[in-house]
């Protein structure tokens, strides 16, 4: 797997974002909170890391829920994937938000989401009249069936 050089300063205290294995897609990165936040069902939160990048142009972070974060104590990303652009040069910040029925608290430290670094591409749009045919043609959100 190639890599890309990304600058990254870190005002944190917390380790820099990490692969957990070989094969991890996302880095985990943590919240900076100075003191824990307790997020209840439904409440939603901007939580800072503490981290700032200059990714390269051509490339954007995309910032993604934690599985395990989701399914033990149901707090998720808002806006997922958040997309970090090559030309923003503030704070890492992630939305959180509790769709659990209990209070959940976000500790200073706790992984609370992942980032993957992804290649974009620019498009030329072009108006025109009318779309070619396709064999899908309006077929849209769950057209398809369930089985």
Same mark, same amino acid.
């Given at each position: 797997? !190639? &890599?890309?050089?990304? $600058?990254?300063? +870190?005002? &944190? @205290?917390? /380790? ?6 070989? @094969? &991890? ?8 909170? =100075?003191? /824990? %936040?307790?997020?209840? /069902?439904? =409440? ?8 700032? %990048? ?13 599985? @395990?974060?989701?399914? $033990? !104590?149901?707090?998720t990303c808002l806006n997922t994937p958040g997309t970090i652009d090559s030309d923003y040069r503030g704070e890492i $910040? %992630?939305?959180?938000? +509790?769709?659990? +029925?209990?209070? !959940?608290?976000?500790? +200073? @430290? ?8 992804? #290649?974009?591409? #620019? ?6 009249? !009318?779309?070619? =045919? &396709? ?13």
């Open positions: 797997m !190639q &890599s890309i050089p990304v $600058k990254i300063v +870190n005002t &944190s @205290g917390n /380790p820099l974002p990490a692969y957990a294995t070989e @094969g &991890s897609a996302g880095m985990d990165i943590r919240a900076n909170l =100075e003191i /824990p %936040v307790t997020l209840q /069902p439904l =409440e939603r939160f901007l939580v800072p890391t503490g981290l700032f %990048v200059e990714i390269p142009t051509g490339y954007e972070a995309q910032i993604r829920p934690r599985s @395990g974060l989701a399914i $033990k !104590q149901g707090i $910040k %992630v939305i959180l938000v +509790n769709l659990g +029925n209990a209070a !959940q608290t976000i500790q +200073n @430290g706790d992984r609370i989401a992942q980032m993957i670094f992804a #290649k974009t591409e #620019k498009a030329d749009l072009f108006l025109v009249q !009318q779309l070619n =045919e &396709s064999v899908r043609g309006e077929g849209g959100f769950g057209h398809t069936g369930i089985q």
